[in-house]
T-cell receptor
């Protein structure tokens, strides 16, 4: 069964460092998403991406964040200069349709900022 | 402000019981999703609804668009159903903006 894969599963980094989280969406999907979940809190939407551009982003997704689909298969989330409060589980998801498409989630990447 | 409210927050049930988890939302939506988050953290999509009712095995999801309310039912609950169940809505006005509930933590005791 096709699945969304994410790497790394866990990354520990020092405050101020750049981090790139990688996602490989399901191959025929066109809509891609990043979410985060701070430990003990609810899942929060970060950004949606379609046709090689951001279609929607939340207030959380400030200038420190960026997304890219560099090669037609990977979908990356970059955090430019990590802060302690960026520590969270980051989930990637993909969908074959926009508003009415079922979401398929990756297993998540746990980011710990020290 | 919480665009999505779930109840109850925590639920403990005996194996075999019928379970209902409720979700109310305050924004206009194009779709509502029920998600299951396993103890390890992974998230699985259970249902996507824009109207009516859907059924997969022992799981049933309903939505009332006028009342801005959805319910997730589990019939003949089993310990393997123990997980966090999350309601999420895709808003109409914001394109692909999503709002998530805080989740309902379900424990089914054998």
């Amino acid at each position: 069964e096709p699945e969304v894969t994410q790497t790394p599963s866990h990354q520990v980094t020092q405050m101020g460092q750049e981090v790139i989280l990688r996602c490989v969406p399901i191959s025929n999907h066109l809509y891609f998403y990043w979410y985060r979940q701070i430990l003990g809190q609810k899942v929060e939407f970060l950004v949606s991406f379609y046709n090689n551009e951001i279609s929607e982003k939340s207030e959380i997704f400030d200038d420190q964040f960026s997304v890219e689909r560099p090669d037609g298969s990977n979908f990356t989330l970059k955090i430019r200069s990590t802060k302690l409060e960026d520590s969270a589980m980051y989930f990637c998801a993909s969908s074959d349709r926009g508003s009415h498409g079922e979401l398929f989630f990756g297993e998540g990447s746990r980011l710990t900022v020290l | 402000k919480n665009e999505v409210e779930q109840s109850p927050q925590n639920l403990t049930a005996q194996e075999g019981e019928f379970i209902t988890i409720n979700c109310s939302y305050s924004v206009g939506i194009s779709a509502l999703h029920w998600l299951q988050q396993h103890p390890g953290g992974g998230i699985v999509s259970l249902f996507m609804l824009s109207s009516g009712k859907k059924k997969h095995g022992r799981l049933i999801a309903t939505i009332n668009i006028q009342e801005k309310h959805s319910s997730l039912h589990i019939t003949a609950s089993h310990p393997r159903d123990s997980a966090v169940y999350i309601c999420a809505v895709r808003s109409l006005g914001g394109g692909n903006q999503f709002y998530f509930g805080t989740g309902t933590s379900l424990t089914v005791i054998p």
